[in-house]
């Protein structure tokens, strides 16, 4: 079974900037689809950035684009989402997910239902 364990959550002020990793358990080319999900609270878990490991641009979510990037280490396994100019609107748990069966049509259009695989989160706060 994979495993996923984000790290870099913190609490910083609107403007600033946080790395957040995700270490797997097992190669990273392995893990078809790669993804960051968020879930504030009373709000659905919703997706961030996704990234198909073996081809093609990633995917962002409007709210993100332009200030956050997904990136990976294929030596270290982790992946990475650097997220700077953050909002208050960005205060959320952030999970990790990696799906293996997943399409590269799914992957762009990433939905929860559709990976196995989840980290534990971590948390990020984004004060005013």
């Known amino acids: 079974q994979v495993q996923l364990a984000e790290s870099g959550g913190g609490s910083v002020q609107a403007g600033g900037s946080l790395r957040l990793s995700c270490q797997t358990s097992?190669?990273?080319?392995?893990?078809?689809?790669l993804a960051w999900f968020r879930q504030a609270p009373g709000k659905e878990r919703e997706p961030v950035a996704s990234v198909y490991t073996t081809g093609g641009g990633p995917w962002y979510v409007d709210s993100v684009k332009g200030r956050f990037t997904i990136s990976r280490d294929n030596v270290k396994n982790i992946m990475y989402l650097q997220m700077n100019s953050l909002e208050s609107s960005d205060t959320a748990m952030y999970y990790c997910a990696a799906g293996v069966d997943i399409r590269p049509s799914s992957c762009s259009t990433p939905r929860a239902v559709l990976f196995g695989n989840w980290g534990q989160g971590t948390q990020v706060s984004v004060s005013s």
């Open positions: 097992v190669y990273i080319h392995s893990l078809r689809c």
